[in-house]
């Protein structure tokens, strides 16, 4: 009973997530600090799937993966400190923030219905674009000039 009402307090909940992370596996090889990385897994983004970048609320930005493995408490405690219900989604728990430990209200949608970081995926988009033109995965744009001299073979049927 002691262990339930530990897990229900923000800071309990922070704590636990601060060890859930810390415990897990490490990746010493790789350079944490990259824009286009989670601060947790220490992964790059991706535009899809289990790698999409979800904000929470404090703005602080997570991949999908990370916030599947973050603790939930329950929003029993959060909904009696606050008077008045602003969403008209019911909230059912609550994931606090492994790094200011701040609370994000979590829907019946899960971390589904967290909002994906759009700022984040069009500097993916657009650094994957580049890497592909300079890996020759995209044609050049041809100027007039060099159309006009390329043969046109055309055919009329009379």
Not at 91 to 102: G, L, T
């Given at each position: 009973m002691a262990e339930e009402s530990?897990?229900?307090?923000?800071?309990?909940?922070?704590?636990?997530?601060?060890?859930?992370?810390?415990?897990?596996?490490?990746?010493s090889g790789k350079q944490s600090g990259?824009?286009?990385?989670?601060?947790?897994?220490?992964?790059?983004?991706?535009?899809?799937?289990d790698k999409v970048p979800r904000l929470l609320f404090?703005?602080?930005?997570?991949?999908?993966?990370?916030?599947?493995?973050l603790p939930m408490t329950s929003a029993a405690d959060e909904a009696s400190s606050s008077?008045?219900?602003?969403?008209?989604?019911?909230?059912?728990?609550?994931?606090c923030c492994p790094f200011d430990r701040q609370p994000t209200p979590i829907d019946n949608?899960?971390?589904w219905g967290l909002k994906k970081n759009f700022a984040l995926l069009e500097v993916l988009e657009r650094s994957n674009g580049a890497s592909e033109q300079q890996a020759g995965g995209q044609q050049p744009l041809l100027s007039p000039d060099l159309l006009r001299r390329q043969p046109v073979a055309c055919s009329v049927g009379l």
């Amino acid at each position: 009973m002691a262990e339930e009402s530990l897990i229900a307090s923000p800071l309990a909940c922070a704590q636990q997530s601060f060890h859930t992370f810390n415990s897990g596996p490490s990746s010493s090889g790789k350079q944490s600090g990259r824009q286009l990385e989670c601060r947790v897994c220490e992964e790059s983004f991706s535009l899809g799937g289990d790698k999409v970048p979800r904000l929470l609320f404090c703005g602080h930005t997570l991949c999908h993966s990370c916030l599947l493995r973050l603790p939930m408490t329950s929003a029993a405690d959060e909904a009696s400190s606050s008077s008045s219900t602003t969403s008209a989604a019911v909230v059912n728990s609550v994931i606090c923030c492994p790094f200011d430990r701040q609370p994000t209200p979590i829907d019946n949608n899960g971390v589904w219905g967290l909002k994906k970081n759009f700022a984040l995926l069009e500097v993916l988009e657009r650094s994957n674009g580049a890497s592909e033109q300079q890996a020759g995965g995209q044609q050049p744009l041809l100027s007039p000039d060099l159309l006009r001299r390329q043969p046109v073979a055309c055919s009329v049927g009379l």
